[in-house]
């Protein structure tokens, strides 16, 4: 009788969450995101038409790149909403302690996703790269953001508590706003990239 009873309780107790994390969770998540997003200083500008395109980038490849970085920004940034809800988890486990967070695929994304943007860096020519690391706009940033989050992905015991991911979120917003601004300032071209 005594098994059937915490048996019925640890179901209760994971309905509960699993009802929690389907509504008020993932409610908070979108706040979470929707301040992070205001907090910026700038937003990915829009994507230009073609001939303006064509104009301010003449070489293909830097077009190439400028994708790749409006691509990995969009799936970045999805990914950082995902790491607002395994962080509001993470708080509930603390909690309560019946709460899954299993943050290892959004962190081995967000690795790929990273990687794939700095590997791309060998389509950008000297001059444009010397452009973009006059202002602090090279692929610096990134592999620094990068060693962090593999670091972070060796603690055993720590990489899903709420400081941890914490670190992640903004790490990986920092990389964001670093390529909202590589973007901008590449589609400027001859133009003011502040505007």
């Known amino acids: 009788m005594q098994p059937f009873f915490y048996l019925a309780i640890l179901i209760v107790g994971f309905s509960i969450n699993f009802a929690w994390d389907r509504t008020v969770r993932r409610r908070r998540a979108k706040q979470l ?7 910026r200083p ?17 070489e293909p490849r830097l077009r190439g790149f400028v994708d790749l ?34 943050a290892e695929q959004p962190r081995a994304d967000a690795l790929r996703l990273l990687e794939g943007w700095v590997n791309g860096w060998a389509d950008v020519d000297d001059q444009t790269r010397e452009r973009l690391r006059s202002v602090a706009l090279g692929p610096e940033t990134v592999v620094g ?26 790490d990986l917003d920092r990389a964001v706003i670093h390529m909202q601004g590589a973007v901008a300032l590449l589609e400027a071209g001859d133009d003011d990239p502040y505007r």
């Open 42 to 58: 700038r937003a990915l500008p829009v994507a230009l038409d073609e001939d303006e395109r064509a104009r301010r980038l003449p």
């Open 33 to 39: 995101a929707e301040a992070r997003r205001e907090a």
């Open 145 to 170: 953001v990068i060693e962090r989050e593999r670091e972070r992905v060796r603690y055993e015991f720590r990489r899903d508590t709420e400081p941890v991911l914490s670190q992640t979120i903004t």
């Open 69 to 102: 970085s409006r691509a990995t920004f969009i799936e970045l940034d999805a990914l950082i909403n995902h790491f607002d809800l395994l962080l509001l988890r993470s708080r509930d486990r603390a909690r309560f302690g019946v709460v899954t967070i299993d």
